[in-house]
């Protein structure tokens, strides 16, 4: 993305979290595992468990060779399978860990849903009680300078997302007209001044960095981020 932000599969988890963990595979933005759900009357139902970095899960079913439910949150996946006690997903899905069924709640896999919940809960919140979300920043294709977007409410927070998936964005792109390719780039110094409630050097911490929240996610949007997250959020 424009601003680096997107992370490769092999960096979402340390090595050792998932060296254990059957049917690994790494992907851009996710990491893929074997997972299944077990019916007391029609058995396993195996499938293909996708963790990204947004906290959306995807799980590909392969209880039988014709299958065509793909793309399934872990509850309708849960339900799919037949599991009598449903609504217990995070117990009840697991993975293969050493040669043992593990729940997925007793593996780091449910770091970035986990992440993805609180905040939207509401659980990391600047002083006024409103989720907080730290300036971040994005290069002009034209002038090749770092632009800093303030986020402190949804419509800068929409300027910001438009910005961000739009891979020839501009200075001139600017809702406004504060920022032209000739005024001069911020100093280094002052743009590790991003806004943080804790710290205003902060790097990033759970008070400012969300990973998705009612604020800077849109149902209207048609993005793969927007998506994923909507879809999270009512699973």
Known sequence: MANGSARDGVFLFAEEELSEISGLKK??????????CTSHRYGDAVGRLRVFASGDLQIDCECTP????????????EKHSGRESARKWKSNVWVI?????????????????NLTSKATNG????PNGRPC?????????????????RLRNKEECRVYH?????QN??????????IRCDDEEERASRKVLRGCSRSPSCKG??????????????TECSCQICIDFTRNAHS
């Open 169 to 178: 964005w501009s200075c001139s792109d600017f809702p406004t007209d504060k």
């Open 27 to 36: 992907g851009l933005d996710f990491v893929e595992v074997m997972c299944g």
């Open 162 to 166: 438009d910005a961000l998936v739009d």
């Open 133 to 149: 979300h730290r300036d971040e920043f994005i290069r002009c294709t034209t002038c090749k300078k770092e632009r800093r977007f």
């Open 123 to 126: 659980s990391h919140k600047g």
């Open 97 to 113: 860990v050493e040669g043992e069924k593990v729940s997925l709640t007793k593996t780091p896999l449910l770091k970035y849903y």
């Open 66 to 77: 014709g299958c065509q439910e793909v793309k399934l949150s872990p509850a309708a996946f």
């Open 205 to 218: 911490c759970t008070s400012c960095v969300c990973f998705g929240c009612e604020i800077c996610r849109f």
